[in-house]
């Protein structure tokens, strides 16, 4: 084992000239970048383009179904033929 005797982790003189800083320590570099008046935030939504596009053609569908049960209802006169709505 004597060619681990000429290793510098050996010779305490050799760390001497190290900080007292923690090895995980890192350094930051700020940018100063100006802000301008023109710029324009960008923000996303917490819904998803594709669940908006459904909700809103579930809507449109289910308002189209209504109204024309709604007609077909209205035109049909026979009282045995209306359903009984509940209160």
């Known amino acids: 084992m004597s ?3 000429d290793l510098p982790s050996w010779n305490p003189e050799n760390f001497s000239k190290l900080s007292g ?5 890192v350094s930051k570099v700020v ?16 819904k998803s383009f594709i669940l908006r596009y459904l ?4 809507v449109t569908d289910n308002l189209e179904e209504k109204k024309s049960r709604k007609r077909s209802d209205d035109c049909s006169d026979d009282p045995s ?5 509940k209160r």
Do not use: M
């Open 3 to 5: 060619f681990l005797n």
């Open 21 to 25: 800083q923690k090895a995980n320590s």
């Open 31 to 46: 940018h100063d970048v100006p802000v301008r008046q023109n710029e324009v935030s960008i923000s996303n939504e917490k």
């Open 55 to 58: 909700e809103k053609h579930f």
């Open 81 to 85: 033929e209306k359903k009984v709505r």
